[in-house]
Structures are given as C-alpha cells and as structure tokens.
C-alpha cells in the first residue's frame, strides 16, 4: 500500500490547464451550495492532490464532475491546478493543491464557490506552510480565484487549510470559513470580496491546531456549530470539542466521551436537531484503548443545547447486530463518513467508508456501507455494504483498490434523493471515482458511473478521489 507522502521543498516548475467546456446556465443561478454553474443541479469536487502539472510532481490539481438530470460523466468536467488562468500561485512540485475542499457562495452572487486547500504550499522560506485559494463559481462552472488571507505568524510544516469548512457560523445569512492546520486554526467571516478578503478574521486560540474540523447545525438556531477533532496526549482516540454562536460571541464545548477523526453532522432521527456521526477506523491498542477491532462510527443526537454529554450514542460496527460484515483488524471501518437522505424518507442516512476491508486475497480493496436514518435513530435495518464485486457495480475488486477512502452522499440528478459517490483512491495506482443512483428503496446500480482518473485527464500518481468537497 502506497502512503501519502508530504514533499518537504517545493522545486518552481510550470504546468497546464485541462478543461472542457461546460454548456452556461440558462436560468438564474440556483443558490445551491455545490452548484458551481448555478443550472440547479449539484456538481461533485474531487481532489486529485497528486496531479502532475508539467515535470511538478504532486502539485495537484481539482476535478468538477457536473450534474445533470442524468448524473455525471467524464465529458462534463473541468480540471483546475494553480497554473489556470486566474487562479493564484503557481503550480509547484509537492503543493499538494487540491488535498482539501469545501464549497459554498462565499460572495453571495449565487454561484457556489470552492475553497481548495494546498497543505503543503511554501511560501518564501518557510516550507510546508499551505494556503488555501476560493475559485469563483459562475454560469460556465468554476474559474478563476483568489487566496484566502494568511496569517503572517504560520510556521514551516504547519500544512494549514488541512481541514476546511464552509458555512454560516453566525446566523447572519453571510457563509463563513475556517481552516485547521497542525499548529493554527482560523476563522473568516463572511461574506467575501472577488480579492478574497472576508468581512474579517481571527484566530481561534483556544484549540491551537486541529487538522480536522467539519461543521453543521446541532441545536436548530441557524448557526452551524464548527467541529475540531484531534488527537491528543491522553485521549488516542481523538478529542471533540466544537464551537457554538450564543447570539453575540463563540462559546467552546467539549465531549469528553467521543471519538473519532472524521465526521458530518445532519438529522438522523428527524427531531430538527443536527446529529453528530463520528468515525473511529483504528483498532484498539496498547496506545489506544477506545473503538471496536476494524473500526466504528457513532452518534451524538442533537438537541436545544447540543448534544449531551451524557446520552449513550449510538455505535455501530461490522460486528453490531444487522450490520452486514464481519470486523477484522484494519478493515478501516469509518475512515470516511457522509450523511444524506438517500431514499428520500426524511431521514438522513449515512455512508461509512472502509477501504482497508479485504475481500477475498485482495487486499484492501475497500467496501462501503449504507445505514439507515429512522424515528429511533441509525439503525441497521436494511443495511448493505457495497464492493466492486457487487454486482451492477462497475469494476472489480482488487487489491489495494481502497474503494470508500472517500465518500459523499449528494443528490446530482435532482430527484430528491441522494447519490453516493465513493472514491477509490488506489484504483490502478491514480484513482477513480463511483456514483450509484438514489431512489425510494435505496441505491442502485441503474446508471452506475465510473470514472477513473486518466478518463479526466489527471496525470502523475494522481490521487484522484481521495477527498470529495463537503
């Protein structure tokens, strides 16, 4: 298995744009959040932070699939490093453009925009810094861009803009950004201008580095609560402390008895309130004592005031009653996490990703998992996990495949139900992506689409698929 590897210097090099075409909108832009081109129909963001820009290795680069009444294709996309026209910076060796994204209408035009985080940016001679760049959204897709403001004080190695979330923290109807690194965590308030400049922006001292961070409205007052997971002496299985608008200032809350590194936040059992759904994929050990062998997920319901502290969440893993699987060591088990409405029952379901999972003698060819929201919570009532072996899936299981590194539950062809789309981050050594079609009796393999990484010209070791924007 190939693991990620930050460069440690950046060497100037040049590069090149790929794009297609994309049709304009027609009608006036949508106001959706992930609708780059405002025609109404959701568009998917892959990173591919292993692009080859020219003779740059790794500089990375952003892949838009865009929806339409019949999902994605390869031919609808557009291909964005930092050598595109209107686009900041320059494409160099180890950036890691791409690794990072979030979107959402930062200006407020009604296009959404996305925010791309390059962790391993080096600015004058501090290496590794990163930095973060808003590409504009508009009737012909995304282009252009601008640098979200940096803090002067980042250090060598801080690989800030590591996590990113889009939303409005604040409730006043502007989207807000914050970016987590290893050692600083900032917040922009918004809206901002076409020069990226936001309504203004502040360190959150308090956490000093968090390299997670996901967000979503927990206590139904309009202001998304932002999340920073991260590991702690003391607490291997990740501490979760979240942030709270009180109506005049940021209140920091903390569960103490959660766990997890990656998480989304929607309404799994219907009630008004956000739910918390945490991924915990590392077995137990000497090191570690919290999780379940193969790995977990849970949930922390929402409610008036947050989640409680002291509720029992949820917590289901391959060995939970109904759910289908069994655990083994290093399957990865909620290593990726989203959260949608598949079926369109009003219920936010959840997706968890396991790419260690082997099946057969291929190893870590990867699996993902669909769980169903109810009245009562997740259940595993009517759970499925799905693999390149299931059938009507395209491709095939092999090893190192890593099928579900990275999953997003969207509804692209605006049926009302969501999609999900399930990276393969190893497939060939580049890359893939999956899309299976939501309906009322779950997803299906009518219209499956898969599309791998040469298919939209992303060179190099690629990396395509390892993360999708939220």
Do not use: C
């Not at 050692?183 to 020069?195: C, I, Q, S």
């Not at 609560?225 to 590991?231: A, C, G, Q, T």
């Not at 915990?280 to 319901?301: E, F, H, L, M, R």
């Amino acid at each position: 298995m190939r693991k990620r590897v930050l460069l440690l210097a950046a060497t100037l090099t040049t590069g090149l744009l790929t794009a297609l075409p994309i049709t304009p909108a027609t009608a006036a832009p949508s106001h959706l959040t992930g609708d780059f081109n405002g025609d109404g129909y959701l568009d998917i963001a892959l990173s591919a932070a292993g692009h080859q820009v020219g003779t740059a290795q790794q500089a990375g680069a952003v892949v838009v699939l865009y929806g339409s009444s019949s999902g994605v294709s390869a031919a609808r996309r557009t291909l964005i490093t930092q050598n595109s026209t209107g686009v900041p910076g320059t494409a160099e060796a180890g950036d890691l453009f791409g690794e990072s994204l979030a979107a959402g209408d930062l200006d407020g035009d009604g296009y959404s925009d996305l925010v791309v985080g390059a962790p391993s940016e080096t600015i004058g001679d501090r290496d590794a810094v990163g930095s973060a760049t808003i590409l504009w959204g508009g009737t012909s897709g995304l282009s252009g861009g601008a640098l979200v403001p940096q803090p002067s004080t980042l250090s060598e190695w801080g690989n800030f803009a590591t996590g990113i979330a889009v939303a409005d923290f604040d409730g006043d109807g502007k989207l807000d950004v914050t970016l987590a690194g290893r050692n600083h965590v900032r917040l922009y308030r918004g809206p901002f201008t076409r020069t990226g400049t936001p309504a203004s922006n502040l360190g959150v001292g308090e956490l000093g580095g968090a390299a997670n961070v996901f967000a979503g409205d927990l206590n139904h007052d309009g202001a998304a609560e932002r999340v920073y997971p991260f590991l702690v002496d003391g607490d291997s299985g990740g501490e979760i402390d979240y942030f709270t608008w009180n109506g005049s200032k940021w209140a920091m809350k903390n569960l103490p008895n959660a766990d997890g590194l990656p998480g989304s936040i929607a309404d799994i059992n219907g009630d008004g309130y956000g739910d918390m759904v945490l991924g915990d994929p590392t077995d137990p050990s000497t090191a570690k004592k919290t999780g379940y062998k193969g790995g977990q997920i849970s949930v922390w319901y929402g409610g008036p005031n947050g989640p409680d502290p002291a509720q029992t969440p949820t917590v289901i893993h391959q060995d939970t009653a109904g759910a289908p699987g069994t655990a083994e060591a290093d399957d990865m088990f909620g290593s990726s996490i989203s959260t949608g409405d598949i079926n369109g029952d009003g219920y936010a379901d959840v997706a968890v990703g396991a790419p260690g999972e082997d099946l057969g003698k291929a190893a870590e060819a990867g699996a993902v998992t669909v769980l169903f929201g109810s009245a009562s919570g997740l259940t595993t009532k009517g759970a499925k996990t799905w693999t390149q072996d299931t059938e009507g899936v395209p491709g095939g299981s092999e090893a190192w495949d890593q099928f579900g590194q990275s999953v997003r539950l969207i509804d692209i062809n605006k049926n009302g139900k969501a999609d999900l789309v399930a990276g393969a981050g190893g497939e060939n050594g580049y890359g893939a992506v999956t899309v299976l079609r939501g309906t009322a009796s779950g997803l299906t393999t009518d219209y499956a689409t898969f599309i791998s990484a040469r298919d939209v010209s992303v060179q190099g070791i690629g990396d395509f698929a390892w993360a999708i924007a939220q």
